[in-house]
């Protein structure tokens, strides 16, 4: 039984409809010992001959069984709406938290193992929030009146009752450490093995192209195993826990009943069996909730670390607007990732003008990504400045920044959703006008168009059923669509034909562009190149690919 100081915090939003569950708990609790009190009564009159009371008092206790089944109908519903509002609510505080925590956060991360915290921990909140919560507020309370309810009937029988009560809720504690250690061993397990069932599937190709299905076959048994263990060292604690309480309640019932029997008493003491019974009912259904809440519980871990992580950059700029065209300066911009012993990149100075594509070249780790990554502000320099316009990048508010660079990646996510869905990404207002006018600009409503359903066609996980050419097109129409004065293509041009490229050169008309490349081919239309080494700028200059063709002539 654990009260999670920080999953409290969370319960905040929903404590409302937590309050009304625990409320119809007490209600559903006060109809149970009803009833009991009432068939107690009426089968005492029977028993008497005084059968023009049993008739009422039964007549009553089917009134209060009525009203009891409504009551679990509407705690059923009440619960039910509960756990929705949870789950989304923290889903909603989630996604909000890792878009603000951005690629440089996930780039550190597994992603099945968030995957995992994000479905299954946050599915398992649900039942510590809508069942358990509200079922510890009416185990704090019917107990307790019950009990001081007998010590007014019968002061033995509430002591050896308020005893095992107090035994039941107490004494399994002392395995509650043990029981969240191997709680979370089991949960890490489990993480573990849904990350590696993801990779798996999303790198069946690269494994198939190995041979190595087999060992990766092997790797999950071995997970798997690991998940068997931990979860029936898990168990046996339970099990346990489960056995201890199940024998005080047997017992606490028993001493009950023996304390309270008295000779020619036979329906006081069956009147103190029953409530004794309804006061050990709510411990019971929390025993049950708490083993149903519990796989939540265990992922509180993961929660905590994805709340309480630091987004890299602070959102405390209050700039509104990246004008058009701007003038884009990096100033003596150095910037070391968390935990690298070397920066990425160092003494970064040069300007792209109004309007001019520069292209960014240099080997495999030069420090392309990480500049690209500066403009955007996933993380902010740690020396120097990046500015637009003379304003520094962090005196712009993130939504303003963002929306006014579009970026065209190598790689180019499209999500499962029809191309339309893909495309108002974008823009969420554009019209169907809007969309084929920009897919024609980008060489993309040709192909669009011949597709089964055009621009309804649902396209698969990440734009799967398109060719390599063709989802770049669409991230050209979508950010035509985004209209941005600031264009990053990132390696945009790799899987690009003449077609694409003219599309390209379309899209950065009238736009300030920075262009990252590997290949010299890819940059010809730069206004200027900027040569990366080592993290910082060896060459600068607008003369440099005629510089380079030439020599590449002379070689030749
Ligand atoms: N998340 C990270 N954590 C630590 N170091 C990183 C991280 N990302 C990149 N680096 C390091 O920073 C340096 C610059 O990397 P960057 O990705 O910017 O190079 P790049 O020029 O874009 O390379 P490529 O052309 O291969 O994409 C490299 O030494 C790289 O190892």
Redesign the pocket.
């Known amino acids: 039984m654990i009260v999670h100081p920080r999953l409290l915090q969370l319960s905040g939003s929903v404590k409302g409809p937590m309050a009304a569950c625990a409320a119809l708990g007490l209600a559903v609790s006060a109809a149970y010992v009803g009833q009991a009190l009432l068939l107690t009564a009426a089968l005492a009159a029977l028993a008497e001959g005084r059968h023009g009371d049993t008739v009422p008092l039964l007549a009553w206790a089917l009134a209060v069984i009525a009203v009891r089944a409504a009551l679990l109908w509407a705690r059923a519903c009440v619960t039910a709406w509960a756990g929705a509002l949870v789950k989304a609510r923290l889903r909603d505080r989630l996604v909000e938290r890792l878009g603000r925590l951005g690629p440089?956060y996930l780039?550190?991360t597994r992603t099945g193992r968030l995957q995992t915290t994000l479905v299954d921990g946050v599915e398992g909140l649900e039942a510590y929030f809508s069942r358990y919560l509200p079922q510890l507020a009416v185990t704090c309370c019917v107990p307790v009146a019950l009990v001081g309810w007998l010590f007014t009937v019968h002061a033995g029988a509430a002591a050896v009752l308020a005893a095992a009560v107090a035994g039941v809720l107490v004494i399994p504690r002392f395995w509650d450490a043990t029981l969240l250690r191997r709680g979370r061993s089991r949960w890490t397990a489990f993480a573990d093995l849904a990350a590696d069932y993801l990779e798996a599937t999303q790198g069946m190709a690269t494994l198939r192209a190995f041979g190595a299905v087999r060992r990766l076959g092997d790797r999950l048994a071995e997970r798997a195993h690991l998940l068997y263990v931990t979860t029936m060292r898990q168990l046996r604690v339970s099990l346990v826990e489960k056995g201890v309480s199940t024998f005080l309640i047997q017992a606490g019932t028993a001493g009950a009943v023996l304390a309270a029997a008295r000779p020619g008493d036979a329906w006081g003491v069956f009147a103190i069996l029953l409530v004794t019974v309804e006061c050990f009912r709510p411990v019971r259904e929390l025993s049950e909730h708490w083993h149903a809440g519990y796989l939540g519980i265990t992922a509180v871990d993961g929660l905590r670390d994805l709340l309480s992580a630091r987004p890299p950059v602070r959102d405390t700029g209050t700039g509104t607007r990246v004008g058009a065209a701007p003038e884009i300066v990096f100033d003596d911009v150095a910037f070391t990732?968390?935990?690298?012993r070397?920066p990425?990149?160092h003494g970064v100075s040069f300007t792209v003008g109004r309007g001019q594509t520069v292209a960014l070249i240099?080997?495999?780790?030069?420090?392309?990504?990480?500049?690209a990554a500066l403009l955007q502000r996933h993380v902010d320099p740690d020396r120097g400045a990046v500015r637009i316009d003379g304003v520094d990048l962090r005196e712009l508010s993130l939504d303003a920044l963002r929306a006014g660079i579009a970026v065209v990646a190598q790689d180019t996510y499209l999500f499962h959703g029809s191309v339309a869905d893909n495309l108002r990404l974008a823009r969420s207002e554009a019209s169907d006008e809007d969309l084929a006018a920009a897919a024609r600009a980008a060489g993309a409503h040709g192909f669009v168009s011949a597709l089964p359903q055009g621009y309804d066609t649902v396209l698969g996980e990440r734009g799967a059923t398109l060719s390599g050419g063709q989802r770049q097109r669409l991230a050209v129409a979508r950010a035509l669509l985004a209209d941005a004065p600031v264009l990053l293509l990132d390696e945009a041009t790799s899987h690009v034909d003449v077609q694409g490229e003219e599309a390209l050169a379309g899209l950065r008309r009238g736009r300030t562009c920075l262009l990252?490349a590997?290949r010299l081919s890819s940059v010809r239309d730069a206004d200027r190149i900027v040569v990366?080494e080592e993290?910082t700028v060896a060459e600068n200059g607008a003369d440099y690919y005629r510089r380079l063709r030439a020599a590449d002539e002379v070689s030749a």
């Open positions: 440089a780039t550190g990732y968390p935990g690298a070397r990425a990149v240099g080997p495999s780790g030069a420090g392309k990504s990480t500049l990252i590997h990366l993290g």
